[in-house]
């Protein structure tokens, strides 16, 4: 399986731009990188995902590296709904006619006031 | 509707009892998926199915029974479980009709073994 490596835990000040970085030196050419968080006691959420090219919505951008070996999830504005554990996850195809969606450790962003 | 439904939300059973846990979107997405998330760890990833068909048993214990009836719905067995079963499950969901799109997430039932 495709690994992530995440930094355990940030920090941020409210309002203040928050770049989360991910390392995926194993990184396949078929290989999507996903990013999702989760809130306290709430099912995961979709943050962003991309493949090659640098990818904005309207939560967040991702930077994708020219390598792809390493990705950033940058949110513009942090607020303290923000507040959550970050996975990035590279989304592999398992060859058995379906994608797997394997979670690494994840970074636990703190937003302080 | 982007949502998936996951019931009951919480779930206290015994060691001998059989219960099952039922996961439901009306999106449309032919895959889905259950993990299995311990406190303060990751979601483990249990089960993948694709188009109603098992693809991805993670090596389980047979006292999980996955079953997809129709496109909809998928359901989780429960039997024998042990106290270390107790976690979080969660339920997700994904299109993957030309790769991989974003994934729902159920808010995940939690069950405790006695």
């Known amino acids: 399986d495709a690994k992530t490596t995440q930094p355990n835990s940030m920090e941020s000040n409210e309002e203040e731009p928050v770049h989360l970085p991910c390392n995926h030196s194993t990184i396949s050419g078929t290989d999507y990188i996903h990013w999702y968080r989760q809130l306290p006691s709430q099912g995961p959420e979709y943050v962003i995902h991309g493949l090659t090219s640098n990818v904005n919505n309207r939560m967040a951008s991702l930077a994708i590296a020219e390598d792809r070996k390493s990705s950033t999830l940058i949110l513009h504005r942090a607020t303290l709904r923000d507040a959550a554990v970050y996975y990035c996850?590279?989304?592999?195809?398992?060859?058995?006619?379906?994608?797997?969606?394997?979670f690494g450790k994840g970074t636990k962003l703190s937003v302080i006031p | 509707d982007t949502e998936v439904t996951q019931t009951p939300k919480h779930l206290v059973m015994g060691m001998t009892n059989k219960k099952s846990l039922k996961c439901e979107q009306h999106?449309?997405?032919?895959?889905m998926y259950w993990y299995k998330q311990k406190a303060k760890k990751p979601p483990e990833l249990m089960f993948v199915?694709?188009?109603?068909?098992?693809?991805i048993n993670e090596s389980v214990p047979s006292r999980f029974s996955p079953e997809c009836p129709n496109s909809s719905l998928l359901n989780l067995h429960l039997h024998a479980l042990q106290p270390e079963d107790s976690a979080l499950y969660l339920c997700a969901s994904s299109q993957e009709v030309s790769g991989p799109t974003e994934a729902f997430f159920g808010q995940g039932t939690r069950l405790t073994v006695v």
């Open positions: 996850i590279l989304y592999s195809y398992s060859g058995a006619g379906s994608y797997q969606l394997t």
């Open positions: 199915y694709s188009y109603e068909k098992l693809s």
């Open positions: 999106m449309g997405h032919r895959a």
